[in-house]
């Protein structure tokens, strides 16, 4: 069957979560950048939203539902719990980081520095201290959640680890975040751990080069 095509944008913190499943279960597979307002795009992922997923004409939509679709049906380790109870705590980080984190720290604090949407293209500084103190609040959460581990379930890397990796491995690229990192000393073990991941070395986003002027 031919190699997993990753619908979307190389940048997006959702696309990087499928891409890095794929890694972690030595799976080959590649991003295929996307239009979200083409009709075509549509008939993939029907709200318009990245990523999407095509193997070998089985499609499918959303996040969750493509790191679990890779995990469950190809060999290597597993990213989910054996234990029931382990497996409903990783879907309830998996909803925290869908839920909240991608709202509060992504889309209203993280994206004002990446897309701003201030006057003469600056980041609103208005919309931005609006956001810190739920970035500050989910913060707090997230560090107390690895107090006693090195990941957010047991003692393994999961799905629930890949979802949430992304979005706080930007902080470090705008300005509030060592100070939003410094109280946070597990989050900071938690990023080094997972920044040293294959999965994470290889999602990195790399900017297209582009020919210097003669």
């Not at 913190?13 to 030595?26: D, H, I, L």
């Not at 959640?145 to 957010?152: D, E, G």
Request: aromatic share 8%; net charge negative; proline share 7%.
């Amino acid at each position: 069957m031919s190699d997993i095509i990753i619908h979307g944008d190389p940048r997006s913190t959702f696309c990087r979560s499928a891409r890095m499943a794929c890694v972690e279960k030595g799976i080959s597979h590649r991003i295929e950048p996307v239009d979200l307002s083409a009709e075509s795009y549509r008939k993939i992922h029907p709200f318009a939203k990245m990523p999407a997923m095509d193997h070998g004409g089985f499609r499918l939509f959303e996040m969750s539902a493509i790191m679990r679709y890779v995990d469950e049906n190809f060999d290597g380790p597993s990213l989910q719990p054996g234990d029931g109870k382990d497996r409903a705590r990783m879907e309830q980080w998996i909803s925290v980081n869908n839920d909240y984190i991608a709202g509060d720290v992504g889309r209203r604090y993280l994206l004002e520095y990446f897309m701003p949407s201030g006057p003469d293209g600056a980041p609103d500084r208005t919309a931005i201290e609006a956001a810190l103190p739920k970035v500050r609040h989910h913060l707090g959460v997230l560090d107390g959640a690895l107090v006693n581990s090195n990941y957010f379930v047991g003692g393994e890397v999961s799905l629930a680890d890949l979802a949430i990796i992304p979005f706080l491995a930007y902080l470090d690229k705008v300005p509030e975040g060592p100070e939003l990192l410094a109280p946070c000393t597990n989050i900071r073990r938690w990023i080094e751990t997972m920044s040293s991941r294959q999965s994470f070395i290889e999602t990195i986003y790399q900017a297209p080069q582009t020919d210097a002027a003669e």
